[in-house]
């Protein structure tokens, strides 16, 4: 294809109408898939507030968008002169051109601007521009009444390609899913030493352990993986990292390989998000949904512990509960205290198939929120506690302590596709909430309870003490099947432990 114009155009809000319902239409047809497969299960779960199925709906369209593929859009002057195409993930953008990379973050208010630029040192400006898989999506950008304005039918490819940057080597910028991936392609003979890359925008640049560079709070350059084929198309790996020239140039150092093949050097850019506040913030569990979304629970100090679509938006004692939903490029979904005056502890975390999380741990609070709760008040200090958050992280569906006359904490929990709660940890309490158990009363100092909840949080299905006469045990991990057993996991110091 020819080079695309580059005139500038004034940014400001585009419209983008063609590229809004080509998204839509597709979200539609995802969300007609995903209502398909999730039929025979019922309708959506209502939470306690009251939330409709149009709550669901809005997840499942959300879901959707991060399905999206990065696209390379052909710049015919909406993205100013010095890009060739430009690709726009949930959290940042990218702009492509010969030699150069710029990726420019998304940022909130308060962030630390981590825009980044790869330049190829040496690399030839004029490199020929080819693209490949071509994509249905064409965009459109209107701004005011006059049409020479106006950028229209623009398209867009999943794959584009610069060839001979270098003499005989083609980088080709491609995407896993909105994940950008780019390969340094090298032809027989062609010299690896001769690449430089030059970054802008680095901050304590630092060269790991495990051959990552780090470039600056967000941004990491993976180690590079590096291989050829052989006769058979099969893969072979030589082992590879970067090679620090000086203060912001990087190269590769590459083992000896066969000269008389392709090389194909692939480094991947990563990017991450740096989350917390002006105390301790730790995160003690994370789960990950189908759609990619992370969900973490820990423990924070921070007064200004950043909240989105929270349902408690302050910190109630010196350390709360936090819960965060991250979607796959990192952005947050939700952010929420979680906690009463007193010092609460997030250890785990399980999300449903709805969207739902459950959170699990411990409260020294008696007023720690509680809704539909099997157990509305603290026996003694602490209590463990089991909460379920609804898909938008702003309304509880249910939370409740659990526990007795004594010490208890929950480590670890599950969930079925019933939505059933499963929990373990270690009780000290004889008292504990005991139901259908296969142990009703406690055996040493200290047992471990496992515990499963029903999906309203009124009842328990079954809650048992488990371990022997010596010492005490400890509950750590917890998993169920489809079929609703529970395996757990921990340690005892008894040689009568069950068996």
């Avoid at 569906?397 to 480590?411: E, H, K, P």
Wanted: hydrophobic share 35%; net charge neutral; with cysteine.
């Amino acid at each position: 294809m020819t080079r695309p114009r580059r005139n500038i155009m004034k940014q400001k809000g585009w419209l983008v109408a063609f590229a809004i319902c080509c998204l839509l239409i597709y979200c539609l047809s995802e969300f007609s898939d995903a209502y398909k497969v999730q039929g025979s299960s019922g309708p959506p779960t209502v939470a306690a507030d009251g939330a409709t199925e149009g709550a669901s709906n809005n997840l499942r369209v959300a879901r959707a968008y991060g399905k999206l593929p990065l696209r390379f859009e052909a710049n015919t002057g909406h993205a100013g002169r010095d890009a060739d195409f430009i690709a726009r993930g949930t959290a940042y953008t990218l702009l492509l051109s010969a030699g150069k990379l710029k990726f420019k973050a998304i940022q909130s208010a308060g962030d630390r601007d981590s825009s980044l630029e790869i330049n190829l040192k040496g690399a030839d400006a004029g490199a020929g521009i080819s693209t490949a898989k071509p994509l249905a999506t064409l965009t459109n950008y209107i701004e005011g009444n006059d049409p020479n304005d106006w950028h229209t039918d623009i398209p867009s490819f999943g794959e584009v390609t610069y060839a001979n940057v270098y003499p005989g080597t083609d980088v080709v910028y491609y995407s896993d899913g909105q994940r950008l991936e780019y390969d340094l392609r090298l032809k027989p003979g062609a010299r690896p030493d001769r690449i430089g890359m030059t970054l802008k925008g680095v901050r304590n640049r630092r060269l790991e352990a495990n051959g990552d560079l780090i470039l600056n709070e967000t941004v990491t350059l993976r180690k590079p993986v590096v291989y050829q084929l052989d006769e058979d198309g099969v893969r072979h790996e030589i082992d590879a990292g970067y090679a620090v020239r000086g203060r912001n140039t990087v190269g590769f150092r590459i083992a000896e390989y066969d000269r008389a093949k392709p090389l194909v050097i692939d480094p991947v850019l990563s990017y991450s998000k740096v989350i917390g506040g002006d105390g301790a913030n730790v995160g003690n569990g994370i789960a990950v949904d189908a759609s990619g979304n992370a969900y973490v629970v820990g423990t924070t100090s921070s007064n200004n512990f950043p909240t989105t679509n929270a349902f408690q938006a302050a910190r109630g004692g010196f350390n709360d509960v936090f819960v965060m939903k991250l979607d796959p490029s990192g952005n947050v979904v939700y952010s929420t205290f979680l906690g009463g005056s007193n010092d609460d502890i997030g250890r785990g975390i399980a999300i449903d198939p709805a969207g739902n999380a459950y959170v699990t741990g411990w409260t020294f609070s008696t007023n720690f929120p509680v809704a539909n709760a099997f157990q509305g008040t603290r026996n003694t200090s602490p209590d463990a506690f089991i909460t379920k958050l609804s898909p938008s992280g702003s309304t509880l569906v249910y939370s409740t302590y659990i526990g007795g006359n004594n010490d208890d904490r929950a480590y670890a929990i599950a969930t079925d596709p019933s939505g059933n709660a499963y929990i373990t940890g270690q009780t000290f309490s004889s008292n504990f909430p005991t139901a259908n158990a296969a142990q009703s009363t406690m055996n040493g100092t200290g047992d471990i309870f496992v515990t499963k909840m029903n999906a309203a949080g009124s009842a328990l299905i079954y809650s048992t003490f488990l371990g022997g006469s010596q010492g005490f045990e400890i509950g750590n991990g917890i998993a169920a099947d489809a079929d609703g057993n529970a395996y757990v996991t921990g340690q005892t110091a008894s040689t009568n432990f069950p068996t």
